[in-house]
T-cell receptor, first 110, second 113 residues
Framework: RKEVEQDPGPFNVPEGATVAFNCTYS??????FFWYRQDCRKEPKLLMS???SGNEDGRFTAQLNRASQYISLLIRDSKLSDSATYLC???????????FGTGTQLKVEL | NAGVTQTPKFQVLKTGQSMTLQCAQD?????MSWYRQDPGMGLRLIHY???????DQGEVPNGYNVSRSTTEDFPLRLLSAAPSQTSVYFC????????????FGPGTRLTVL
């Protein structure tokens, strides 16, 4: 079983839609969680950290469910500019390794 | 600040050749790492370093060497290139992994023929 798993998509949604991604992790000792955004042929960039109590940044909401070992990302009012691949990442290996999921591709359409 | 820089941007090698991918950061970050990204496989950690003089293996270290003689530089060496090493390589750095944002370089696209 992979340490971090994501549905690869693609998720094709109309502009204005709400879309949610989930990411599961296998190591119950994992402590830190993140969502990254990667545009085509570019480097990943941090979108937001995921805190135990959940956190929101504008149209983006991240949540952590430790009991079921998954994190989620909710995007409200999708924009064309949100089209990208969203990668979840988990700190493993005693705190020195950041393990990524394979990414979920989002395409927002007119 | 230039952030994280990588050279070269593109490289084509023949099987068996060796080369070094350069990575440098000017943010005084202690933690640096190398990933490779392949279609359907996501980002996989090759090697990482928590400070000058300290390196450790990630998920896929075979065929690669690293060193960290300075805080700023973290080169990745391919000892004898193989077609399986065709990939996009990203270098990343942060002050402390997990507590601070990890910044990625623009990547090196490597093709091994």
């Amino acid at each position: 079983r992979k340490e971090v798993e994501q549905d690869p998509g693609p998720f094709n949604v109309p502009e204005g839609a709400t879309v949610a991604f989930n990411c599961t992790y296998s190591n119950s000792a994992s402590q830190s969680f993140f969502w990254y955004r990667q545009d085509c042929r570019k480097e990943p960039k941090l979108l937001m950290s995921v805190y135990s109590s959940g956190n929101e940044d504008g149209r983006f909401t991240a949540q952590l469910n430790r009991a079921s070992q998954y994190i989620s990302l909710l995007i409200r009012d999708s924009k064309l500019s949100d089209s990208a691949t969203y990668l979840c990442a988990v700190i493993t290996g005693g705190g020195n390794k950041l393990t990524f999921g394979t990414g979920t591709q989002l395409k927002v359409e007119l | 600040n230039a952030g994280v820089t990588q050279t070269p941007k593109f490289q084509v090698l023949k099987t068996g050749q060796s080369m070094t991918l350069q990575c440098a950061q000017d943010m005084n970050h202690e933690y640096m790492s190398w990933y490779r990204q392949d279609p359907g496989m996501g980002l996989r950690l090759i090697h990482y370093s928590v400070g000058a003089g300290i390196t450790d293996q990630g998920e896929v270290p075979n065929g690669y060497n690293v060193s960290r003689s300075t805080t700023e530089d973290f080169p990745l060496r391919l000892l004898s290139a193989a077609p399986s090493q065709t990939s996009v390589y990203f270098c990343a750095s942060s002050y402390v992994l997990g507590l601070n944002e990890q910044f990625f370089g623009p990547g090196t696209r490597l093709t091994v023929l």
